[in-house]
């Protein structure tokens, strides 16, 4: 099956750093990929959709500014974190979407920790 | 737009015994289905996916499911389930022909020895 890894799995920074989380499709190109945000406990929050060569969509109360992506070729889209502080932390996950199965692919997350 | 709901937040089921996790959908268009499975600490894998034809979906691990289009539904089931099937499970739709996916909130299954 398609394969997502995501880098690094875990993240420890102080409040006030950028951290830099990569998502990567491993045996297939995605065109299109998604960022995902998830609490403890709860389901899945889209935080904005990544397409190669273009700018990222980002849904309603995500800050653009905070949470850039770059989506620079077919197999790697980025999010960085800017100017991170402690209610960011939380569990990020990608996801990339292989349209020849027409099936979003999930990477095993990073986890976020701001102190 | 489509929305997803889980009716069961929590499902306890005994090692061995078969367990049904439930999932209905509203959409105004045609849909694709998903049921992905996670681990603690982990992404999301991808169980099974209705897309079209037949009904009934197999998917990894001895689970299938079941595209009802007239009561919306896509329920997942196994015959008998394993402790290692101990996770959360979600259900998700698509619109036909697109790719951003709608989630429910979830189903943690709690297999008991």
């Known amino acids: 099956g398609a394969v997502v890894s995501q880098h690094p799995s875990w993240v420890i920074c102080k409040s006030g750093t950028s951290v830099k989380i990569e998502c990567r499709s491993l045996d297939f190109q995605a065109t299109t990929m998604f960022w995902y945000r998830q609490f403890p406990k709860q389901s899945l929050m889209l935080m904005a959709t990544?397409?190669?060569?273009?700018?990222?969509?980002?849904e309603q109360g995500v800050e653009k500014d905070k949470f850039l992506i770059n989506h620079a070729s077919l197999t790697l889209s980025t999010l960085t974190v800017t100017s991170a502080h402690p209610e960011d932390s939380s569990f990020y996950i990608c996801?990339?979407?292989?349209?020849?199965?027409?099936?979003?692919?999930f990477g095993p997350g990073t986890r976020l920790t701001v102190l | 737009a489509q929305s997803v709901t889980q009716l069961d937040s929590q499902v306890p089921v005994f090692e061995e015994a078969p367990v049904e996790l439930r999932c209905n959908y509203s959409?105004?268009?045609?849909?694709?289905l998903f049921w992905y499975v996670q681990y603690p600490n982990q992404g999301l894998q991808l169980l099974l996916k209705?897309?079209?034809?037949?009904?009934l979906v197999k998917g990894i691990n001895g689970f299938e499911a079941e595209f009802n289009k007239s009561q919306t539904s896509f329920h997942l089931r196994k015959p008998s389930v394993h402790i290692s099937d101990t996770a959360e499970y979600f259900c998700?739709?698509?619109?036909?022909?697109?790719?951003?996916?709608?989630f429910g909130k979830g189903t943690k299954l709690s297999v008991i020895p």
């Open positions: 996801s990339a979407f292989d349209r020849y199965t027409d099936t979003q692919y």
């Open positions: 959409s105004s268009v045609s849909v694709y």
């Open positions: 998700a739709v698509t619109g036909a022909g697109s790719y951003q996916l709608t």
């Open positions: 209705y897309l079209s034809g037949s009904t």
């Open positions: 990544s397409n190669e060569g273009s700018k990222a969509t980002y």
